[in-house]
C-alpha cells in the first residue's frame, strides 16, 4: 500500500537549516509528481514545493530561494532543503502525491524556528 513517511524536523535556530526527507513505499515516486505542504497552527496547509515526474520544480513565494526540492529515484525519497529558515516557517510539513486520482499524505514532520 502507499506510504508517505517524513522525517529530519525538528527545533531549529533563525537562520539555520533542516533537510527533510520523505520515504515512499508502495509506488514508484519517481513517476509522479511530489509535494511538500505545511500548515501553521491555526492556518490553513499551504503547498509549498512540488517537484515534477522530470524534474521540473515550483515554489510557494514563501520558498523561493531559500528551499530546494529534490528526488532520489533510487530510493524512492524526497527531500526538501530548507535554509535560512525565519520563525514563520514554523509549521507541521507534510508529503503527499496524488497517484490514480487519490491523495495521499504523509503524517508530517514538525519543524520549529525558534531561538
Known amino acids: 500500500q502507499v506510504q508517505l513517511v517524513e522525517s529530519g524536523g525538528g527545533l531549529v535556530q ?11 513505499s508502495g509506488f514508484i515516486s519517481s513517476a509522479y509528481a511530489m509535494d511538500w505542504y505545511r500548515q501553521a497552527p491555526g492556518k490553513e496547509r ?3 514545493a512540488q517537484i515534477g515526474s522530470g524534474g521540473s520544480t515550483m ?6 530561494g531559500r528551499f530546494t526540492i529534490s528526488r532520489d529515484n533510487a530510493k524512492n525519497t524526497v527531500y526538501l532543503q530548507m535554509n535560512n529558515l525565519k520563525p514563520e516557517d514554523t509549521a507541521a510539513y507534510y508529503c503527499h502525491v496524488r497517484r490514480l486520482g487519490r491523495d495521499y499524505w504523509g503524517k508530517g514532520t514538525l519543524v520549529t524556528v525558534s531561538s
Do not use: F, I
Open 14 to 24: 533563525p537562520g539555520g537549516s533542516l533537510r527533510l526527507s520523505c520515504a515512499a
Open 59 to 64: 515554489y510557494a513565494d514563501s520558498a523561493k
Open 46 to 48: 499551504e503547498l509549498v
